[in-house]
């Protein structure tokens, strides 16, 4: 009889001590129920291969002006900073909050001054988060909202997420409450995007919503492939099938570009099993969590800048399998539903290998008939329905590993709305 195959030493780490009190939540606050409308995982700065970042930089006495789509709506919002791999306290000389004119432009109308317990500035602690106080200003589902902060001081390597496929705007000195884009003149090319500093966006209204789906993952779930500023993501298309059918559950991207299941990745965020409690049970009223995970675990390269490169020895499915059972254990802790998603095929990509494909076939067939899983979506057989062990020509951008925005619709499209509810 063979030995048993080791354990990741993280599969302790993602279990939380017990379940959170609901009137100590943090999305309750005073009368008002707080929904997630948006979040975007924070990762350490790095310097990434494929794109120019801010992140090991910083910023020196310059605004910063972001852009999110929200799937929540409310009468009023307010926003989550993070610090989290800030070695030094971080100073917000100001910051602001409106509905996007298209660009860098807000909607002259709608824009607010945001305050932190009542000041019009805050410094967040090194490995600290700041929440805004609330304002007032009515947002509905879909709409684009413009985040501005503006940093008089130097700021040091900033937290912040890689990948947004979303453009960011850079002005010299202080343009946080000015409306019109014009001294919004920098933004980095290829516009890949990243967010900095921005954790979250909350809103909250008179009507209670129901509960969140927060989608967790890796690039394929963070959207490389889909269009700049076109919001066609899976979760994106996701959300807009959910408010088609009435059923609108905000849904959460808790995607990484890179990132693995069991181990850290230099240029993939902390491993999946080290975030899960904060990327995704931390989050205001979630009630289900899809995961699509495991994929950078399994591939082997040699290319570094490919954020798989793996000098250990290769994973093992039961590695992966134990993985994904410890996700499950600490979703079913908090009370929260969670449904599994079997990991597309990657043959013609550089990482593949026959050793590989068959691990990701014994995941896949643990995911999809074990019944560990409250429920199964099958994206695998989405992106390849003929069964020929690749993604379909025309769904992918032409590696053979991430789907463009036709593979992203096919995967939105295969998920049973139903079993993503409790």
């Known amino acids: 009889m063979s030995s048993p195959e080791p354990r990741p030493s993280l599969l302790t780490h993602v279990v939380p001590a017990a379940p959170p009190d609901p009137e100590a939540a943090p999305w309750v606050f005073g009368s008002a129920l707080w929904h997630g409308a948006w979040t975007t995982p924070v990762m350490r700065p790095s310097a990434a291969p494929w794109f120019e970042t801010w992140a090991e930089q910083g910023f020196t006495n310059q605004s910063l002006r972001q852009n999110v789509r929200l799937h929540a709506g409310g009468t009023q919002v307010r926003i989550r900073l993070s610090n989290a791999y800030g070695h030094t306290p971080l100073h917000l000389t100001g910051a602001s909050i409106g509905h996007t004119a298209g660009a860098a432009a807000v909607q002259p109308n709608t824009m607010r001054t945001l305050r932190f317990a009542g000041s019009s500035s805050t410094t967040i602690p090194a490995n600290g988060r700041a929440v805004s106080d609330p304002v007032t200003l009515p947002t509905e589902p879909l709409d684009d909202l413009t985040i501005t902060l503006y940093f008089k001081g130097a700021t040091g390597p900033a937290t912040y997420h890689q990948l947004s496929m979303t453009t960011a705007y850079r002005a010299e000195g202080d343009h946080h409450r000015e409306p019109a884009a014009t001294a919004y003149t920098d933004t980095v090319q290829p516009a890949y995007g990243s967010w900095y500093y921005l954790e979250g966006v909350e809103t909250t209204g008179p009507h209670p919503l129901p509960h969140a789906v927060v989608t967790f993952g890796d690039s394929i779930t963070d959207g490389f492939g889909a269009t700049i500023d076109g919001h066609d993501r899976y979760p994106d298309l996701l959300a807009e099938r959910l408010l088609s059918a009435a059923r609108p559950h905000p849904v959460l991207n808790a995607g990484i570009g890179s990132n693995k299941l069991l181990t850290d990745a230099p240029l993939g965020g902390d491993a999946g099993l080290a975030r899960f409690t904060r ?132 995967m939105a499209d295969a998920i049973d709305l139903a079993v993503l509810e409790q």
């Open 279 to 410: 990327d995704v049970l931390d989050q205001p009223r979630v009630g289900t969590v899809l995961v699509l995970i495991g994929i950078n675990d399994i591939q082997q390269s040699d290319d570094p800048a490919s954020g798989t490169a793996n000098p250990t020895p290769p994973v093992t499915a039961r590695q992966l399998i134990d993985g994904h059972r410890a996700l499950i254990r600490a979703a079913h802790t908090r009370g929260v539903r969670i449904v599994g998603a079997t990991l597309p095929p990657y043959r013609g990509a550089a990482g593949w290998t026959p050793a590989g494909e068959a691990i990701r076939g014994r995941v896949n067939q643990w995911i999809s008939t074990s019944g560990a899983y409250d429920a199964v979506v099958d994206f695998a057989r989405a992106l390849d329905p003929d069964g020929t062990g690749r993604i379909r020509e025309g769904l992918h951008i032409g590696d053979h590993l991430h789907p463009n925005p036709a593979g992203y619709r096919a």
